[in-house]
């Protein structure tokens, strides 16, 4: 693992544009694209917007959404459209501005920033967007702060939806300097020689860069900075264009997120598939991935194990009925390979439920009985470990079967979990440090 250069200098922190030493989140673009974004959300075309996929969301999911999730609705249709909202306001390519998105709510630098959980999103993920487009030359400059993310990828994207991908860099693919940073330009033009390049097409809307963390508490997103290298042939968009911007795409995707929906609640209750490469799905190229979902009473829960098949990262999260990560930060729905405990044979024995089982690798559903599931293999060998991503054993199993059953598992006691919570606490706060 690379670790950066220890001097703020070298990272532009005295340029102005980083406003922490810590998180390189907490910078000028950030904070002038959240504005946008919230001024943006107060307006009563947005509103109206935000009501009509209410309306089509709710006529999606019928009666099929469990009577426990029906609550929180209209929170999950407010992250839904808020997420489009910041999406709008990282648009502009003639003036780029890379911002974080995916963010269940959170308050920093004075302000209450709204959440944009939808999608699936993956709670040990930075996920950061910045306006592109074809007649655009741009430079991205990528700095390392303390250790690296597991797995960072560098996606031209041609929708708002983030599915339709163009080109996709792996930074562990990518050339670098002595200090381990490096620079990828982006453009129409073919790449010269031993450039880290990314090449639009008229379609390109966006670059979606998303840094994966097995480790909440070490590991930190990349310090980025975006520079265009040629003039722009429009002056700034507006507050209305911006708008209109956020307004069709947050219609026109309601139809695509919900078929994505469907990867899981379509499937057999109580099963996963097999993994199928995410590309195929419009997901992150490169990635693994399967679905599904499960329905689990009290004293009931899953027993998953997983081959992590010598992926970088891996990683098994729960997301709500709305497609929403579970309240991450405060509840363990979601576990890495790099936090599991591994059994002899390399593979991860999760316990998925509602309460604790006193067992190593809980995955808690927050109380929910029926929830969503997604697992994720990134950064793969080229060679095949053994035979590759696979799901090797999905059975539910009562309460009182649990450490018979699981016996090479072993124990948490209270503890030992309120320890792992803080510890979740204290990685998921470096994300909000000022």
Known sequence: MRLPPNCAEEIGLLQGHFLSAQNPIANADQIAGEDQAMRLWARPDVQSARKRIAFLWGL??????????????????DEYAFNYVLKAAASDAGYPRILRTFMPAYRWFGRNVPGARMGGDNPDNCYRLVGIEHTGRYRLTVTPRNAEPASTTFTLVANYGTSKTVQT???DH???????????????????????????????????????????????????????????SH?????????????????DDVPLYYWFTRLNTGKPVNTLASPIPSGALGGLVGQAGTQGWFRLADDQA?????????????????????????DAETTLSSITGAAAHANADGSFTLVVAARDPGLRN????????????????????????????????????????????????PPASPFERETERARRRAGYARRIAE
């Open 169 to 171: 860099l792996d930074a």
């Open 362 to 409: 809980w995955v808690e559903t927050g109380g929910r009985h029926e929830v969503l599931v997604i697992n994720r293999w990134q950064g793969l060998p080229k060679t095949p470990v053994r035979n590759g991503p696979s799901v090797l054993e999905t059975r539910l199993l009562p309460f009182n079967r649990l450490h018979n059953d699981l016996a090479s598992l």
């Open 302 to 326: 899953m027993i998953v194990r997983i081959d992590p098949a010598g992926a970088r990262y891996t990683a098994f999260s729960l997301v709500d009925w709305w497609y929403r990560s579970i």
């Open 174 to 232: 990518a050339v670098r300097d002595a200090d381990g940073g490096f620079q990828i330009d982006i453009h129409a033009d073919p790449p010269g020689p031993g450039e880290n390049h990314l090449r639009t097409t008229p379609e390109t809307k966006f670059l979606f860069i998303r840094d994966s963390f097995g480790d909440w508490n070490c590991e930190t997103p990349y310090a980025l900075r975006i520079e265009r290298l040629n003039p722009p």
């Open 60 to 77: 999606a999911y019928g009666a099929d959404a469990p009577t426990e999730m029906r609550p929180s609705f209209d929170a999950a249709i």
């Open 235 to 251: 002056d700034p968009i507006s507050d209305d264009e911006a708008a209109r911007r956020a307004i069709d795409a947050m219609v």
